[in-house]
């Protein structure tokens, strides 16, 4: 399995709140993304790093943030959650970009804004 | 942009039983994922299959390019088995987002 971690596993915080979610790669591969998991939307991006310092939005970003200053960690920052943010988020990491960019998923972290 | 339809959506099926998953894509695709999420919600990659086939113990995906398609064959089942499979392709707008198909239900029964 590729050696990808997600912190914390799961979180409950108030609406309004900061929340930092936190995925890790042990496999030093340069592409890393972040999903969100919906009922009845499938997995949708949110942002995606192919190096460190480079990000950029996915199709889903509006109120999220990221930041990847080294390899293996790759940050998403919900500056103040609201309701409608409550799903399961998913870290993803890839070797190569592109059409030929084969994905490996974390474990996932629920969270649920209240 | 790039459609990708799964069938069936749903499939109740006993242990031991075999099934075929089909993954429809609109456009040509230089590579197609499949995945299992478990009910733990843990998604697990199966296949990278750009063309051709690939086998994995019970498991086997057979991608048609040219005539966009791919096949998910899952033989003697288990109630392990149980869970949404997916496929995803590549966008064409994009270099880093998959088009991801709805996913088919799958329940494995004792």
């Known amino acids: 399995d590729a050696g990808i971690t997600q912190s914390p596993r799961h979180k409950v915080t108030e609406t309004g709140t900061p929340v930092t979610l936190r995925c890790h790669q042990t496999e030093n591969h340069r592409y890393m993304y972040w999903y969100r998991q919906d009922p009845g939307h499938g997995l949708r991006l949110i942002h995606y790093s192919y190096g460190v310092k480079d990000t950029d939005k996915g199709e889903v970003s509006d109120g999220y943030s990221v930041s990847r200053s080294k390899t293996e960690d790759f940050l998403l920052t919900l500056e103040s959650a609201t309701s409608s943010q409550t799903s399961v988020y998913f870290c993803?990491?890839?070797?190569?970009?592109?059409?030929?960019?084969?994905?490996?998923f974390g474990p996932g972290t629920r969270l649920t804004v209240l | 942009g790039i459609q990708v339809e799964q069938s069936p959506p749903d499939l109740i099926l006993q242990e031991g039983a075999n099934s075929t998953l089909r993954c429809n894509f609109s456009d040509s695709v230089n590579n197609l994922q499949w995945f299992h999420q478990n009910p733990w919600g843990q998604l697990i990659n199966l296949f990278y299959?750009?063309?051709?086939?690939k086998q994995n113990g019970r498991l086997s995906a057979t991608t048609v390019a040219t005539e966009r398609y791919s096949l998910l064959y899952i033989s003697s089942s288990q109630t392990t088995d149980s869970g949404v499979y997916f496929c995803?392709?590549?966008?064409?707008?994009?270099?880093?987002?998959?088009?991801w198909g709805a996913g088919t239900k799958l329940i494995i029964k004792p």
């Open positions: 299959i750009p063309s051709g086939t």
């Open positions: 993803a990491i890839s070797e190569r970009g592109g059409s030929h960019n084969e994905q490996f």
């Open positions: 995803a392709v590549p966008s064409m707008d994009s270099n880093y987002q998959l088009i």
